[in-house]
């Protein structure tokens, strides 16, 4: 706003000027490639049985210099103009708490957790705290790997074991409706396990990002968690009654969720974003830290998805996936030790959180078929983690060569999860219902 302020008092070019419209018409032409692409790769990838959501993250690398850069660099670079890139990247980041809040909408505690609350905790324990240890204890390995110069080994450590750790509890919903398995057991104690997992990685995340950007002083750390901690309390405590009762009266009296609504909303939201990122945690956690409050409103989260969700998920989330692609490189990991360093990654990734899962389920009484569906489903990544990694990149703790390499485990694993979980839950899809003529009289 200021550098608006400043530039229209100083007599600057008009917003709809002829260096304004250069810059909107190479913006346009981004978007367009962006949508178009995402299009036709997710209809490639439902051939292939894969969900919606797998072919908006690999649009994303199809785009950047993973693919699209590799043939032609040239048209690359043209299309994605330097001019562009504070706009894009505003898009992105503003798409990012819109998306945050409607994760924390996700989170059903109390219908997921139902009567197996003990099953949930294990799994959900066993399930963060195995591959954070061994994340941790990996990453010393991983980091002499990394070339000169290298970041703070402490904050590449907690990121890295953060990205061990992380669930894809969106991505895992959609999912289980996809294949129609949202009714089961199984899908019960995954997401109420995964929601757990999710919002402590979170808090984890807000806190190491925190210690990384103070250069880990302990009194600055102390304030910003305190402050963190009183707005999660005045949230919880002081904003949500009023917000759902507001919410409540709205709906009675409109029946749907109308502009003006929506709009007082995006105010709120966006005035939680601007209170943790001056916090210093991120603004995205604003967002999601909104969207949980509300969630058990559930009248309200299915008109906010009828209504509001569709741009974000069609608009905002492809550029968001075309911003991370721009930065992963794929044509990187091109000699055999980078692409045994990448291999050792996800073997780590994959082993700690399916292992993690695998043993809480078991311990709770899982069957065997069971617990390997629970921890196939749990080392699902996807979006969250490529929220979480470039968090780590923008903080200078991930170099872009392990930003890439965990940009490939979050893919792979999101592509794992769909064939293997619709094998290993075959036969458990709820059945679709025909109303026959003269059922009723029968």
């Not at 100083?10 to 032409?29: K, N």
């Not at 990187?332 to 692409?339: F, G, K, M, Q, Y």
Request: overall charge positive.
């Amino acid at each position: 706003m200021i550098l608006l302020l400043d530039a229209a008092a100083h007599g600057a070019e008009s917003a709809v000027g002829a260096r304004a419209e250069e810059v909107v018409l190479r913006l346009l032409y981004q978007l367009i490639a962006i949508l178009v692409v995402t299009r036709v790769v997710v209809l490639v990838v439902r051939r292939l049985g894969q969900t919606d959501v797998s072919g908006e993250i690999l649009a994303g690398l199809v785009l950047g210099p993973s693919c699209l850069g590799a043939i032609a660099p040239n048209a690359m670079h043209a299309l994605f103009d330097p001019s562009t890139s504070q706009i894009f990247v505003g898009i992105a980041q503003v798409g990012l708490v819109l998306l945050m809040f409607q994760i924390g909408q996700e989170f059903e505690f109390r219908s997921a957790l139902g009567s197996a609350k003990r099953s949930i905790a294990v799994i959900s324990f066993a399930g963060l705290v195995v591959p954070f240890a061994l994340g941790n204890f990996t990453a010393p390995w991983f980091y002499r790997q990394l070339a000169e110069p290298r970041p703070p080994l402490l904050g590449f450590q907690l990121f890295f074991a953060i990205a061990m750790s992380i669930t894809a509890i969106p991505i895992l919903g959609r999912i289980f409706m996809e294949l129609r398995l949202s009714h089961t057991r199984t899908a019960a104690l995954t997401i109420g396990a995964a929601a757990i997992d999710d919002v402590i990685g979170w808090l984890l995340l807000g806190v190491v990002s925190l210690v990384v950007r103070q250069q880990f002083s302990s009194g600055w750390l102390l304030v910003r968690l305190g402050s963190l901690a009183a707005y999660l309390v005045f949230v919880f405590v002081v904003a949500r009654p009023l917000l759902k009762r507001w919410i409540a009266a709205h709906l009675k009296h409109h029946g749907r969720l109308q502009p003006s609504a929506v709009a007082i909303l995006l105010i709120v939201l966006f005035c939680s974003a601007a209170v943790t990122s001056n916090i210093g945690v991120f603004a995205i956690i604003g967002g999601f830290v909104i969207g949980a409050s509300v969630h058990d409103d559930r009248a309200f989260v299915s008109e906010w998805k009828e209504r509001v969700s569709p741009l974000v998920n069609t608009f905002f989330l492809p550029v968001f996936f075309a911003y991370t692609g721009l930065r992963t490189d794929i044509g990187s990991i091109s000699s055999t030790h980078e692409a045994l360093v990448c291999a050792l990654v996800c073997a780590v990734a994959f082993a700690s959180k399916f292992g993690g899962a695998w043993l809480g389920a078991r311990l709770v009484g899982e069957n065997n078929r069971s617990a390997l569906t629970i921890g196939t489903c749990m080392n699902t990544r996807a979006l969250m983690e490529l929220i979480a990694i470039n968090i780590g990149y923008d903080l200078g703790v991930l170099p872009r060569s392990m930003f890439t390499k965990l940009v490939v485990m979050a893919i792979v694993s999101t592509f794992m999860a769909t064939p293997l979980i619709r094998w290993l839950m075959r036969g458990q899809e709820r059945r679709e219902t025909v109303d026959l003529p003269g059922a009723a009289q029968a």
